[in-house]
């Protein structure tokens, strides 16, 4: 349906290669850095979340690999590389 | 122009739309992609994918090769088309990390339908296409706006928005939810009526023009495509693969120069920045520098839709009782100070 879906079941429609290794973390310490609000808002696959401690968490299950959250976060609260080749998201129109 | 409850819209078509050779096709990424790779591969391009290069090798100040999963590659130079974000030129400090105020995320979905319906829905014939572009609630007025592009037997509906209007929230609303909101506007809902999502996907787009290029070159390297930052958004397109493809063709010319004198240091390979120079990709980033600037402007997205939407739906009102003259409903909307904006705005965007 093009209708609304809901953004699980949106992203699952894409094809992913999960590598058990994540490709984009947040750095240890900075879980409550201000910085990663603006991720929850700008990560198109909402996989930003804040849990009831303040902190923010990523799951990097439906990760589009855009970039979004690089450039507004900052490489000082993320560490982020591409997935090794082979690995994490593969359009099949793009 | 979309207001919170209404909305205007202009269209353009002319016969030299349908004139080969013809101005602009939509393609589907990873279609076209592949079918260029086979392109380069039947000339004699090797291509070794599912490779990610995790550095470049540097020597003595000059980038001699990549190191990609513990292999060691060596070359005489290294064009770096590794896309908007470039980690590679910025490991090598060829680059900065990037600003947010010079990109935009986009995100979209697929939505298949049949091509009949698409023809119909668009008023097309034969392989024609349309683009619908959308600007104001779409992004709840931050600097962007929506898409929707035709293909053969799918459309293309999406949202592109800048990254820091977007993350400095006010009003402060995710990407999903600027998606979901789209697609349920009537004037969206009926174009996509009975198609089934079959991908969603994001990319950012380097949106700052000329002054967000990145360093084009260094000792035995070259930056091109979005890799360099050249996208570029003048608010009735936006452009950028013809743009990589050029800068890539650039590059090779300037690396077969710099084979003619075995000299891959910056000295030589500065013919690329020339040769681009003097091509249309600079002509256009020069002429069209001013663009990001005057864009930049929240009265654009918020301001101008929601006074052409309410004036609009006085003109074509019928009320119940005697209408106003045509001249009122505007002015009811357009006070003298609102003209002083007005005019001050449109200075802007006469640099464009």
């Not at chain 1, 409550?32 to 930003?48: E, M, Q, S």
């Not at chain 2, 380069?40 to 090797?46: C, F, P």
């Not at chain 2, 993350?167 to 995710?174: I, N």
Request: aromatic share 8%.
């Amino acid at each position: 349906m093009s209708e609304l879906m809901g953004l699980k079941a949106k992203l699952g429609l894409d094809v992913f290669k999960p590598n058990s290794q994540p490709h984009i973390a947040i750095k240890p310490g900075k879980e409550t850095d201000p910085k990663l609000n603006r991720a929850i808002l700008v990560c198109p696959a909402g996989l930003y979340t804040k849990n009831s401690d303040g902190k923010v968490e990523f799951n990097e299950d439906g990760c589009l690999e855009c970039g979004t959250c690089r450039i507004a976060c900052g490489s000082e609260v993320l560490d982020w590389s591409y997935p090794v080749g082979g690995y994490g998201v593969q359009y099949r129109f793009g | 122009m979309m207001a919170g409850d209404n909305s205007f819209s202009t269209s353009y078509t002319g016969s030299d739309l349908r004139q080969a050779p013809y101005q602009s096709y939509s393609v589907l990424r990873s279609k076209f992609d592949r079918w260029f790779a086979q392109q380069a591969e039947k000339v004699g391009v090797m291509l070794v994918t599912k490779s990610r290069v995790d550095e470049l090798i540097k020597e003595d100040g000059k980038i001699i090769g990549v190191r990609a999963g513990g292999d060691e590659l060596g070359a005489d130079v290294i064009v770096a088309a590794d896309g908007v974000l470039s980690l590679l030129s910025e490991k090598v400090g060829l680059s900065v990390p990037a600003n947010p105020e010079n990109y935009a995320v986009g995100f979209k979905e697929i939505i298949e339908l049949d091509r009949s319906v698409i023809e119909n829905r668009f008023g097309l014939e034969g392989n024609e296409g349309a683009a619908r572009l959308f600007m104001g609630e779409v992004t709840r007025g931050k600097f962007g706006g929506g898409f929707l592009y035709t293909n053969q037997s799918c459309l293309s509906l999406g949202i592109v928005v800048g990254i820091k209007d977007l993350m400095q929230g006010d009003p402060g609303v995710s990407a999903p939810q600027l998606m979901d909101d789209f697609k349920v506007r009537t004037e969206v809902a009926n174009l996509i009526k009975g198609g089934q999502t079959v991908e969603y996907s994001a990319h950012v787009i380097p949106e700052g023009g000329l002054k967000a290029w990145r360093t084009l070159y260094g000792d035995g390297i070259l930056v091109v495509g979005d890799a360099a930052g050249m996208a570029m958004n003048i608010g009735v397109t936006v452009r950028g693969m013809e743009y990589a493809l050029a800068s890539g063709y650039y590059a090779a010319q300037a690396i077969l120069k710099a084979r003619e004198s075995k000299d891959f240091s910056r000295n030589t390979l500065k013919v690329y920045q020339e040769l681009l120079e003097k091509s249309f990709v600079y002509k256009d980033f020069k002429s069209f520098q001013e663009a990001p600037k005057a864009l930049d402007n929240p009265r654009f997205f918020n301001r101008y839709p929601e006074m052409v939407g309410s004036i609009m739906q006085d003109i074509y009102t019928i009320p119940a009782g005697p209408k106003d003259k045509l001249m009122t409903s505007v002015k009811k909307q357009i006070n003298f100070k609102e003209i002083l904006s007005i005019v001050s705005d449109m200075r802007k965007v006469m640099k464009i």
